[in-house]
């Protein structure tokens, strides 16, 4: 147990290798299942033993045997003879996240783990991976806020130290927004009406790229994003958004058409049509950097869902007010 | 197999009792450790077999032997003597995600599923109870913009009848922000500078109530909400609230200030002030919201991840944006 637990200290930090439990059940190639059953008898008396591995003279895994195996099979026979040779095992300088892909599909209560030379170093419990990967898949929606090392216990002071800092990035982003809406201060200073609509504008098609960037996410996270798909990933984005940005577009156009005639604006309808362009555009805009954020931080080797909605916010408000104060200018008062 | 599936049939979905096996290896208790042996070897010809179980003569599960207890059990002891008893068994009728609760710590391969009255009606495989977790799991940030049920294979039609609605929905619930805006327009035409901030101020709120709500929803994801520790949690998030609006207030109205003064606005401290005071107010409304909001939704019985976002942006939104325009005018303008 303890030079388990030095061994372990040995291997990267989140991989594999500090996750080791110590093996019991090691056996050479030519011993029979008779001899085997007799050892068995003294080990499970002092560990919980779920299968036996058979390892060669150099330490390396040459195989596993089962209980239902060794009660099944004649005695004289040699496990080399009837164990599953050259078995699954992980590579004690995985990461956790990439082992736990690896195991998805087949929920062994306990794995072998080997290290870079093929050597039998450890076994790790399955339920160890799946509670780590629990943790992990439910940590993505905080990540995407910057509280993924965050749980219910965690001290107040702790809590704002994480959570501060992701809060005065996104400081930083919004005045970039509202500097966009400073180049067109004279254009609201005329059509104050635009004002009330911006926080519309910014909120839907935020929307849309939150909902292209979910199903992303959600793919790149249970691994259905094959390579070479990305493109028609990204480009069914960019219809649905002209699609969403259309219908969402013209409830808005009432909106503001209704809004903008009850003020007597003479500019009502070129108002309407400035909100259903910007809505399309910026909608369109929306749903491609949904998809692509996420794909290209994931390409660069960077957690996707971290920063993905820092950027895609940033994305969508300049783009949405700045279509839409832009089109007001040129539509309206030029 | 036949008879199994139609079985299975009689069970609601999303029950565990949609999703099992047939069961092979059903003993009698006074079978001894060798008979069992002796049929089980017929048995694993037919079928993959982990565990044996023991049914009494109505049916009902006793107990669970498994090989290892087969292989060093003297062959004269009855099953009843060697077995499990009163083993782990999950409910036919239980929904999906409570039996993923309840075999969270166990991580067996296979689990007994017995009927209301105890009888054995089947088994279901751990790896099938993992994988609908995993599913599920990370479906929560889609389910947050109200595209759980899309996958990226879902072709373009479907998506946008499955993402429209909610774009609709919350579009309705901006125009409510809207309206909130517009009752401030004498406000805004006098002030053009209040709309760049609006929308940092309803951005910055959005995210602190977003923090809180990733936060509270994650804990109800991993079953760390204790019962009576509510009040606690959203007390909490006011607080922090309250910190961070008030760090982040203030470097919004360092941005207000240097705005105005640059526009040579004699209002500059006050509309600084306005600001940071906005910025505090709507982030203790924003953390109180996001905890709030998915307790009281589970509270109600409702999925507390769906509809949060919807009710947490419209009251970012409405508090941030109404609280900044109303202490402008009152400040400014009076």
Redesign the interface.
């Known amino acids: 147990q303890v030079s388990q637990w030095v061994r372990n200290q040995a291997y990267p930090q989140g991989s594999v290798g500090r996750f080791m439990d110590p093996v019991y059940a090691v056996f050479p190639p030519r011993l029979t299942v008779g001899e085997t059953?007799e050892r068995?008898?003294e080990l499970?008396k002092q560990a919980f033993?779920?299968y036996g591995f058979i390892v060669d003279e150099a330490g390396r895994l040459r195989g596993v045997i089962?209980?239902?195996d060794?009660?099944?099979a004649e005695h004289e026979r040699t496990l080399e003879a009837v164990m599953i040779a050259s078995p699954f095992s992980l590579d004690a300088r995985m990461p956790l996240a990439e082992a736990m892909k690896a195991v998805?599909?087949?929920?062994?209560?306990v794995y072998p783990v080997c290290d870079g030379d093929g050597r039998l170093v450890g076994l790790v419990?399955?339920?160890v991976l799946?509670?780590e990967?629990?943790?992990e898949?439910?940590?993505?929606?905080?990540s995407?806020?910057?509280?993924e090392e965050?749980?219910?216990?965690t001290p107040?002071q702790r809590?704002?130290k994480l959570?501060?800092p992701?809060?005065?990035f996104?400081?930083l982003t919004?005045?970039l927004?509202?500097a966009v809406?400073?180049v067109f201060?004279e254009t609201?200073?005329q059509l104050?009406?635009?004002?009330?609509?911006?926080?519309?504008l910014?909120?839907?098609s935020g929307?849309?790229g939150?909902?292209a960037l979910?199903?992303?996410?959600?793919?790149l996270?249970?691994g259905?994003?094959r390579p070479g798909?990305e493109r028609a990933?990204v480009a069914?984005e960019a219809?649905?958004g002209l699609?969403?940005g259309l219908?969402?577009g013209l409830?808005?156009a009432v909106?503001m058409y209704v809004?903008a005639a009850s003020q007597h604006n003479p500019a009502a309808p070129w108002l309407a049509l400035a909100i259903l362009l910007a809505m399309v555009g910026s909608c369109v805009v929306s749903g491609i950097s949904g998809a692509m954020i996420p794909l290209t931080l994931k390409r660069l080797g960077a957690d996707p869902a971290t920063a993905s909605s820092i950027f895609l916010?940033t994305a969508t408000?300049v783009a949405s007010?700045g279509l839409f104060l832009g089109l007001a200018t040129v539509l309206i008062l030029w």
Chains 1, 2 share one sequence.
């Open positions: 059953i068995l008898r499970i033993i779920t089962t209980m239902r060794l009660l099944f998805l599909s087949r929920h062994y209560p419990r399955g339920q799946f509670e990967q629990n943790f898949i439910s940590a993505q929606p905080a995407m806020v910057g509280v965050e749980r219910l216990t107040w809590c704002l959570r501060h992701w809060l005065q996104n400081l919004a005045f927004a509202a809406v400073g201060q609201l200073n104050v009406i635009l004002a009330l609509f911006l926080p519309v910014a909120g839907q929307n849309t939150c909902q979910a199903v992303t996410l959600r793919g996270t249970l259905e994003v798909r990933l069914k219809w649905l699609l969403n219908l969402v409830v808005s909106g809004t916010t408000d007010m």
